[in-house]
């Protein structure tokens, strides 16, 4: 049986009327942190999220499903770098709590998988570029899956974009043979270079929306919806998928990966979040080895 908890990104319209939102609310006291957790934590599909999972097995087993034929010329290799550098910067911020997770490349039928980044159609009936959702597989193994949505299709100035791999992008632009992955996104990182400063490389070849473009390209996709992996959920619009018992406050948002998605790094709001959820399922990692079933 494969259930669906139900959490998304929204589409660029209630995106673009959370900012509007957003931009009022500045008006009106000083921003306060806001991430929160997933309602979704309070059900069995608990284990299915990586705070529970990497507590009780000390690694994530993750596989990468590229549905042959999907746009966006997604590469295994590629879409790999990313997943690992997307997963780093989240594992990075709670070491204190976990120790090094080691990431394992399993097969998708693997039983003891924790994630799978799926790129292909959606089963779901809406326009989400990308969602994650837990799952459960028959023998009671629960793992959480990534979905790039191959069906999306951005529609801008007569021109329809899919999602791309954002390894495809940037190569368009750098126009190098020798162009190194792991290597820019790294320096995208340590930089903490902004979707403004990226699109405005990426303008010259991609047109005036290359921002938007850069918007629905899988590694910032990736990192918002591992946020849902582990376990927290979209501050952006709070009533959707937030648990109001374990979240900080909700006015004012600042400016997040869990908020408006648009982010190649964490910011401080990610941060706390990531560590206040572990910090709550810290007493998993107390259970005595032969309890961990
Ligand atoms: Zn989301």
Redesign the pocket.
Known sequence: MVYIAG???RTILSVAITIAAFVVSLGFGSRANAWGMLRALNTKFMKSYLAYSIYKYHRINYCLDIESGSAGHFHKRTLDTEVKWALGQWLEVVRQYTGPVPLNSVQCASPNLNIMVYVGPSTRDDFDPS??DAHIHDLDEYFVKIVLNSDFRYRYDGSIYPVYDFAYVVRQFLNSGNFSLSFFLKEMYANKYSFDEIAAWVAPQWGADGKAILYYTSAHLLL??LG?SFGLC?TYDVTQNCDPNFSSHWNNEPPSV?GM?NYLYLSPDDIEGIRALFQRFAPISRTPEHKRK
């Open positions: 959490m998304s990104i969602y994650n918002h919806e849902h979209d869990m998605a």
